[in-house]
């Protein structure tokens, strides 16, 4: 690899970008951002390298973009090699997938104008190639270990914020998907104003489709969940506690008192255990369906049989998930903190409830339930603002220009 330190604008930029997930691997919203912005970012004329974590039964690399020759850009993934050793612990495997992403980034042998890394969990890699080849740094963080935990109350707690601080100190720019988000680096991490971008995610709406030929069996589809007299009341998120499924198993017996005909569907993956036995626990068992990981297909069926999505979220950046079910034409219910506040307005594209309060939650399902008018504008209102507002077309041209700010002023120093 070779820097470029030339004096003249790049008449096409290439990217270095590194990520811990990327599909197939994907934890959470972070792979989806990625996966999704670096494709927009190839559309448009930059080349994008994607380096990110090994995935078992997927190539060392693989060009994603263009499909056929003679389109501009590029977007190529690259994966580091597997651990060579099992990790003894988080932080080993941490430090091995820093060392495989060095070392699938510099044997690439190519230049670049910008390294872009995604959170904490690359910050070693991130801050080794900027350092040793002199190349300018952005990174997006799209959470902070403080706002996850409530503070920091560990040692390891500590480290991962420590590298959240060194990954934005050594940054050109820092970048944030919501106003939320830009508020707590500067806060927590000291980030001068000056160097903070506030980026909003977008939504792929063609991943939202139901293609015709599964349109006929959505009707089977949603028996699979819930009797035709029944509303589907649904969830998606990891199985974290900062997410709140938690809080919402709590509040079923609450929207069941109110209306009796209902079936919560959540999904995501991680351990449920704690959950089931939550549900059992209120009588409520048989009302609540624990689906794990599930495929983007039935993921986006469920967003087109389910009656309300709800996201009672206890710290939540910014709330890819909610977007995609307003996207989709889902009535949403959202907890009122972080980018929630930004991304649904009460009562006008969905409905705020009191974070970490079951009680409120299930007054919020119940409003959706008892006012299907109502909610169905609301629903409306919201999928043609997230068509419009919310795009990665947009998201890359606002990054872009991130970029540029930065190659220009790399220029005159």
């Known amino acids: 690899m070779k820097t470029d330190r030339g004096k003249r604008a790049p008449k096409s930029l290439k990217v270095l970008m590194l990520a811990w997930e990327y599909p197939p691997r994907i934890v959470g919203g972070l792979a989806r951002h990625v996966s999704e912005l670096s494709l927009a970012l190839a559309k448009a004329g930059v080349a994008v390298e994607v380096v990110t974590a090994h995935t078992p039964g997927t190539p060392a690399a693989e060009k994603l973009w263009p499909r056929r020759s003679g389109k501009p850009g590029k977007l190529m993934v690259r994966r580091a ?15 091995q997938l820093n060392f495989g992403l060095l070392q699938q980034a510099l044997s690439s042998g190519l230049r670049f104008h910008i390294i872009h890394a995604h959170d904490w969990l690359t910050a070693q890699a991130a801050w080794t190639l900027k350092q040793g080849l002199g190349i300018p740094l952005v990174c997006t963080i799209h959470a902070t270990e403080y706002g996850r935990q409530e503070g920091i109350h560990n040692p390891l707690q500590s480290y991962i914020n420590a590298s959240e601080w060194l990954l934005t100190y050594e940054s050109w720019r820092v970048i944030c998907c919501s106003e939320f988000m830009g508020e707590e680096v500067k806060r927590v991490l000291s980030v001068p104003a000056e160097k903070v971008r506030v980026i909003p995610n977008g939504v792929e709406l ?12 959505l009707k089977e589809f949603r028996l ?17 506690r900062e997410k709140g499924a938690h809080i919402l198993v709590d509040a079923v017996p609450r929207v069941l008192s109110a209306w009796p005909k209902v079936k919560f569907v959540i999904v995501g993956g991680g351990w449920t255990g704690h959950l089931a036995a939550q549900a059992s626990a209120l009588g409520v068992g048989n009302r609540v369906i624990f689906t794990g990981f599930i495929s983007e297909e039935d993921l986006r069926r469920l967003y087109a049989v389910a009656d309300v999505a709800v996201f009672p979220s206890l710290y939540e950046p910014f709330g890819i998930v909610a977007l995609e079910a307003m996207a989709a034409g889902v009535p949403v219910v959202t907890s009122d903190i972080g980018g929630f506040r930004e991304v ?3 009562r006008e594209t969905g409905i705020h409830t009191w974070a970490n309060n079951a009680d409120s939650l299930a007054w919020g399902i119940v409003e959706v339930l008892r006012k299907p008018e109502e909610a169905a504008v609301r629903a409306l209102r919201a999928a043609k603002e997230v068509k419009t507002h919310y795009t990665w077309k947009k998201v890359a041209q606002r990054t872009l220009a991130v970029y540029n700010e930065i190659v220009s002023e790399a220029k005159h120093k």
């Open 81 to 95: 090699p597997p651990e060579p050793i099992h990790p003894l612990d988080f932080m080993t495997s941490i430090h």
């Open 206 to 217: 063609s991943r939202l489709r139901i293609p015709p030929r599964e349109k006929k069996n």
């Open 224 to 240: 699979r969940w819930a009797a035709p007299e029944e509303k589907i009341v649904f969830f998606a998120g990891r199985m974290v």
């Open 344 to 346: 649904v307005r009460h």
